[in-house]
Antibody, heavy 118, light 108 residues
Framework: QVQLVQSGAEVRKPGSSVKVSCKVSGGTFSSSAISWVRQAPGQGLEWMGSLIPMFAKGNYAQNFQDRVTITADESTSTAYMELTILKSEDTAVYYC???????????WGQGTLVVVSS | EIVMTQSPATLSVSPGERATLSCRASQSLSTNLAWYQQKPGRTPRLLIYHASTRATGIPARFSGSGSGTEFTLTISSLQSEDFAIYYCQQYHNWPLYTFGQGTKLEIK
């Protein structure tokens, strides 16, 4: 069974950056696409981007193209999402997920709350 | 970038009745469309993929249909546990995804 365990809650000031980690166990980490999805309070799901570790090149949603970087450390099966130039509107729960690809299971981390406040 | 539009934003239905939720894509997806259910404080749960294939453990009252740009999720006889928010998601250009904005299914 695939499990994703994320790092703990963060508080940041506007203009700063945050890096959230996601440790994956089970499955084949290197060839699996790990996505990051965020959900602001009372809002919907927003896909931010994904990375297949063996290819090392992130794919990003247009809304986040300039501010998000997704990386992975194959030696520890851990993915990372860094978001820069934080604004109050970035306050949200950030999820890592190994989303389905038309089958193959769908697995989510527990979520990491990031609060951006002065 | 593919844009997903769901309707209605809120749907009020009585228990035991049928609910029909819609999702439209800005370009053809073939059948690369999934549906998720999310309850407060929980992670999303995959219901349907390939537009009409139920995920493991999903009850038969959930069904999906459509192809191209128009898709529908039908819940045939609503149970109390079905009142939640539903999202469609496209994966036509995997590993890129987009979610719709969600439909809140509430008790009438």
């Amino acid at each position: 069974q695939v499990q994703l365990v994320q790092s703990g809650a963060e508080v940041r000031k506007p203009g700063s950056s945050v890096k959230v980690s996601c440790k994956v166990s089970g499955g084949t980490f290197s060839s699996s696409a790990i996505s990051w999805v965020r959900q602001a309070p009372g809002q919907g799901l927003e896909w931010m981007g994904s990375l297949i570790p063996m290819f090392a090149k992130g794919n990003y949603a247009q809304n986040f193209q300039d501010r998000v970087t997704i990386t992975a450390d194959e030696s520890t099966s851990t993915a990372y999402m860094e978001l820069t130039i934080l604004k109050s509107e970035d306050t949200a729960v950030y999820y890592c997920a190994r989303l389905h690809n038309g089958g193959g299971g769908d697995f989510w981390g527990q979520g990491t709350l990031v609060v951006v406040s002065s | 970038e593919i844009v997903m539009t769901q309707s209605p934003a809120t749907l009020s239905v009585s228990p035991g009745e049928r609910a029909t939720l819609s999702c439209r894509a800005s370009q053809s997806l073939s059948t690369n469309l999934a549906w998720y259910q999310q309850k407060p404080g929980r992670t999303p749960r995959l219901l349907i993929y390939h537009a009409s294939t139920r995920a493991t453990g999903i009850p038969a009252r959930f069904s999906g249909s459509g192809s191209g740009t128009e898709f529908t999720l039908t819940i045939s006889s609503l149970q109390s546990e079905d009142f939640a928010i539903y999202y469609c998601q496209q994966y036509h250009n995997w590993p890129l995804y987009t979610f719709g904005q969600g439909t809140k299914l509430e008790i009438k």
